[in-house]
DNA sequence: CGGGTTCTTGACTAGTTTCAAGCAAAGTGG
DNA sequence: CCACTTTGCTTGAAACTAGTCAAGAACCCG
């Protein structure tokens, strides 16, 4: 894993997702504890590596800023997006409680990690059990969204998927304040966009032109726009479940 | 939920996975809480429903003996199966944790399930680190199998498909002695087989067909035989690596 | 202004689904 | 105990969705 030098240290104290109305509060002992849980802090650059499948990981990693997915490749040459990173996600979890990562994960945008050790993950769950049953909740969560991408790769049709991802990975957005208006700024390619719906790259590509030619939305420099947002639901038979905050670590 | 009149209880003593090997074992006080933990003991007939999608559930379930499987299905009728239930997994976490089951799980074959209060597990949290910890072992894992089924369902052919499923199910049911001589007695129709890998049953019979004329397995009675594991690894492309004994609740 | 991605489109092909029909095994009721 | 029904498996043919190949256009970066 390469990455940039690292940053400065943002203080937990101004952690941007603490401000965020989307994450729950945490008191001062947890506070406390989690700034002794934290190694520091580092910076990714859009299309680096952060885990690699096959590695055992010395860390676990909270997002702080930016985009990223988690992958799995096989030898030959084909890739499997599993789901998208985006702040407040916990990533390298997989690492730390069995031996060895199954999948990768890359930065699709440039990214800020808070480091924790992974060492120090038995002291969670032994000191702050409020911070180990977060963790689980975080788990639970990335189960029923694997459980979902499951549904769309195994019975849904091209045109559904794409409707559906996008939906998704909007609300998924939203839900921190990143998609105003609609729009949805993640940067990435079409290419990745067919590997995370089980596509190939050309029949992405006319799949989204049907759905820009139906009026519904937009894709443009590498991020779209729901322009009928009713319409797509319509397709990917998606309906929105309003959140509660959410907890991070 | 329906199921036949709750057994006598099997004391945690004499419970049938703390004497597998597979497992790893407990010591007295982790026993002393679990059984504090644990509210009875449910049989649950062949074909039967354990949990809902879209309903909270007040418990959450250690597999005894049996199987099943976890699905989500859509409005129209369209079923995915998201993956098989074994002895010694954790079912209902997802329900506890979140407000609402994502998913339904319905038996396979006749199965007895450890019942445990949802309403205590956070009590399992602040008194038990070491069982939050085998938690989210668990849900890590599960979190594996997922990963490796999107695989399957997003990057692999039909072929493929079915020769790594089939060696997965059998690899699973080894793990726990259940699967003597490469014979896997799982009891599901070629349906279920077909839900679990997003293709039609047609489909999935033919190409069923294709492996046993090639000689690698054969299918009967609802389960199936790998007379030539070497040949059908080669086509899924799969390696199996040695497991060490895994935790329960 | 080149050279490399990424996107786009058309033509052809392959894999998978759908439709249709028949058979075998297991259960059900008279 | 035997018709009758149901459920699961099997097979062929036709239809269609999605994949592959190929080539050009648009965009980005140095």
Redesign the interface.
């Known amino acids: 894993m390469r990455h940039s030098t690292p940053q400065e240290s943002t203080p937990c104290e101004t952690c941007p997702l603490r401000k965020n109305p989307a994450f729950r509060p945490f008191d001062a002992q947890q506070l406390a504890f989690v700034k002794s849980f934290r190694t520091g802090e580092i910076a990714v650059a859009a299309g680096e590596t952060v885990l690699s499948q096959g590695r055992a990981s010395d860390s676990i990693y909270t997002v702080l800023k930016g985009w990223g997915y988690r992958y799995?490749s096989?030898?030959?040459g084909?890739?499997?997006i599993?789901n998208f990173i985006m702040p407040g996600d916990l990533i390298g979890?997989?690492g730390a409680?069995?031996d060895e990562m199954?999948?990768s994960v890359n930065a699709s945008s440039d990214m800020v990690l808070c480091v924790f050790n992974r060492r120090k993950l038995?002291s969670l769950?032994?000191e702050f059990?409020?911070l180990?049953?977060d963790?689980?909740?975080l788990?639970?969560?990335?189960?029923?969204l694997?459980?979902?991408?499951?549904?769309s790769?195994?019975?849904r049709s091209a045109l559904e998927r794409i409707a559906h991802v996008l939906l998704l990975l909007h609300d998924r957005a939203a839900e921190t304040g990143a998609a105003p208006e609609g729009r949805m700024p993640y940067p990435f390619s079409q290419q990745q966009l067919a590997?995370t719906?089980?596509l190939s790259l050309v029949h992405t590509n006319k799949t989204l032109r049907k759905l820009t030619d139906r009026g519904v939305m937009t894709w443009r420099d590498r991020s779209f726009v729901l322009t009928d947002r009713d319409a797509l639901c319509e397709i990917a038979?998606y309906d929105y479940a309003e959140k509660q905050p959410r907890p991070f670590i």
Chains 1, 2 share one sequence.
């Not at 788990?139 to 029923?144: G, N």
């Not at 694997?146 to 549904?151: F, K, P, T």
């Open positions: 799995k096989l030898d030959d084909r890739l499997q599993l979890l997989q409680v069995l199954g999948h038995w769950f032994s059990p409020s180990a049953y963790l689980t909740w788990a639970s969560r990335e189960e029923q694997l459980d979902e991408h499951l549904v790769l195994g019975r590997d719906l089980g038979k």
